[in-house]
């Protein structure tokens, strides 16, 4: 999406926003030398791989690509277009966006899309109960149920609790009284129509506890019941295009600097525990949403978090969840630990009672990993069974489990650990043990698996920024570098022009600069030298406005390209930045030197490419053969006819256009 807003608003948001600290909130940053490292929150990264450098401002993970400026994370982190991401950014720093008339910026018309219906409803809806909450009388019996479960005012501030009130339209009443879109609270799941006409509304005389995503905007609701007699107990919003149950986190807007602090994120199971857990100092803590804990949430979590512990009952509900537990730990690369509260209390009453926080932060700091929870039942179970049959009917349950939670997909380090333990429980040799859980994966195994994951990493991408595949015509790669030997080529000419746009983006000056051959850098290169066409689009890009005289720099295109919604031109940029360093050394005085071989390297290409095809051309002429071999020619009067074709057919230098 394109938006009308004058360059000197974004350039003052950019000025204004410290992506260090825009990303930190995001992700766990630890200092390397003049850089950030952190894991990139865009693939399923093992390894910090992803740097922020504050003097540029900008971020590049070395192992997905991406890349780009705050306007870009925040458009890809919390996937807000442009128009939102500026709006999110001036808002934190204080700076205040004009919506220009007619642009698509303010636009709150037909084509506005379900995302935003949904978020404005969302926002309304937490107001509208929050004012009901405070009313005098109709949210007296709601304050009398805060009270009574012991919620203090900062909580019920902080965490936004409302209340809906005991009748059947009073949200619906309140759309139509203020004018607001019917649809939003519809699609987010708030109303919802009768078969008789007319609509409803789904939550009703129930405490409410809006949910928020990382950032703190509404996303979900869930409704606690206050009568006895209504069912049931809580009633969540469904899912929607802004609200995935199994990807989302209660409480993690306000948890989640607490949770980079201290490493490890707690999870309890509801939202009057987190709420309790916050109020009695423990903020590292968020609850699932009635789901057991998933592939998604850790993702979500391992952005902050190195460790992650599981509160859980000791009754089934909480052995099926350190099950889910275990299977998270075998399969991912975060450790997962589980820990029983004393007497069974759940959070609340912990932290209720004197010295309550005390034996909360006990029971955290020795959490067991799950793995060795589990081992613990397991030792328990063989204790309690006396027959040879019933020990190793356990075994080989167990066993079997644990193939089907995914051991084939663990790391040799921790599968190591899982056969030591094992054969220390069961008595046997690691090698028996070893060859048992072969046999067990190897079954587990047979089952139907999901396609393997195809690596794009070398693929082309197509001007719709689609992967062209390889049955498909490539069309950025010349007939002259097809072959396996001539890819490489390609490579180098591809770095090649990412090392001088990020010279001439670095060093304006360089523009004129001479070239081996006299000319100068502008008169001898043209955007049509360059064969990757996302390159020659931001070729073009800087060659205009260096033409014209205009200063170029790094975040000013990488404002353009984010504004435009080019994600993949961003990446690019600060690809080019970074082939620059690494040619350079960062020494400012070596730009000259790299530009000059870069360009060298594209104009000897070009003169290559040129040769080829007179050769090609004179070849057929000489035979009057469209498709003769031109090799029977004599090279030296084949080089003699090429420079008189291009003496007597001079090629102006130009800029080629291309369409955006």
């Known amino acids: 999406m394109r938006m009308a807003i004058r360059n000197d608003i974004k350039d003052q948001v950019q000025q204004a926003t410290d992506l260090v600290r825009l990303i930190g909130e995001q992700v766990a940053l630890r200092p390397k030398g003049k850089e950030f490292a952190g894991l990139c929150p865009f693939h399923d990264d093992k390894n910090p791989s992803m740097q922020v450098s504050p003097a540029k401002q900008i971020y590049k993970c070395f192992s997905c690509g991406a890349g780009g400026d705050a306007f870009s994370f925040v458009m890809n982190y919390h996937k807000m277009n442009f128009p939102e991401a500026i709006k999110h950014l001036a808002e934190r720093a204080g700076i205040e966006v004009e919506e220009e008339k007619g642009s698509r910026f303010g636009d709150q018309g037909a084509s506005t899309s379900e995302r935003k219906q949904i978020a404005a409803a969302n926002a309304q809806a937490v107001e509208f109960f929050r004012t009901l909450l405070k009313h ?204 029983v509260l004393p007497d069974g209390k759940d959070p609340a009453d912990l932290m209720a009672q004197d010295g309550g926080r005390a034996l909360w932060d006990e029971a955290v700091a020795t959490a067991q990993d799950a793995l060795t929870y589990q081992f613990s039942r397991l030792t328990d179970q063989m204790d309690g069974t006396t027959t040879l049959t019933g020990r190793q009917k356990l075994a080989d349950t167990y066993m079997t489990r644990l193939a089907q939670l995914g051991l084939s997909r663990t790391g040799a380090i921790r599968r190591s650990l899982v056969v030591q333990r094992l054969a220390g429980i069961l008595h046997m040799s690691e090698q028996a043990v070893s060859e048992l859980l072969s046999q067990k994966t190897a079954i587990a195994n047979r089952a139907p698996r999901p396609a393997p994951i195809q690596d794009y990493s070398d693929m082309p991408v197509g001007e719709d920024g689609q992967y062209i595949q390889a049955t498909e015509p490539e069309e950025y790669v010349p007939e002259a570098v097809a072959s396996a030997d001539s890819r490489r080529r390609l490579k180098a000419l591809e770095l090649a022009e990412r090392q001088i746009l990020g010279c001439l983006i670095r060093d304006n000056q360089r523009f004129g600069q001479a070239l081996g051959d006299g000319r100068t850098f502008d008169e001898a290169l043209t955007s049509a030298d360059f064969i990757t066409p996302d390159h020659r689009r931001l070729f073009e890009r800087v060659f205009d406005r260096l033409s014209a005289g205009e200063s170029v720099t790094l975040s000013g295109v990488l404002g353009d390209v984010a504004s435009e919604g080019e994600q993949r031109l961003a990446d690019i940029l600060t690809q080019a930045d970074a082939d620059v360093d690494a040619a350079t050394g960062d020494r400012f005085e070596e730009v000259a030197m790299v530009l000059g071989l870069a360009a060298q390297a594209l ?58």
């Not at 071999?629 to 007597?648: F, K």
């Open 136 to 339: 005098e009388e109709h949210g007296q019996i709601a304050r009398d149920y805060i009270e009574q479960r012991g919620i203090s005012p900062e909580m019920v501030a902080d965490f936004q609790i409302g209340y809906a009130p005991d009748r059947w339209d009073g949200l619906v009443q309140m759309i139509q009284t203020k004018g607001w879109e019917q649809d939003g609270f519809e699609l987010a799941g708030l109303v919802s129509q009768r078969d008789s006409g007319g609509y409803y509304d789904r939550l009703r005389h129930r405490l409410i506890f809006p949910i928020f995503d990382a950032i703190g905007r509404p996303i979900a609701f869930g409704g606690r019941k206050i009568r006895e007699e209504d069912e049931p107990k809580y009633l969540n919003s469904p899912e929607t295009k802004l609200f995935n149950k199994s990807a989302t986190l209660y409480g993690l807007n306000l948890a989640k600097k607490p949770i980079i602090d201290s490493k490890t994120a707690v999870i309890v199971e509801g939202y009057t525990d987190v709420i309790a857990c916050h109020q009695g100092g423990a903020r590292n803590v968020v609850a699932t949403l009635g789901t057991a804990l998933t592939g998604e949430h850790v993702a979500e979590l391992r952005r902050y978090a190195e460790k992650v512990v599981l509160i859980f009952d000791a009754d089934e509900a909480g052995q099926k969840a350190a099950d889910r537990a275990v299977e998270l730990f075998l399969t991912g690369d975060m450790d997962v630990a589980i820990a």
């Open 603 to 660: 104009l000897d290409h070009q003169r290559e490419a040129e040769y080829r095809r007179h050769k090609q051309s004179l070849a057929a002429g000489a035979t009057g053969q469209e498709n003769a071999d031109p090799d029977g020619l004599d090279s030296a009067q084949l080089l003699r006819r090429m420079i008189e074709h291009r003496r007597d057919n001079p090629s102006p230098v130009r800029i080629a256009r291309v369409g955006r």
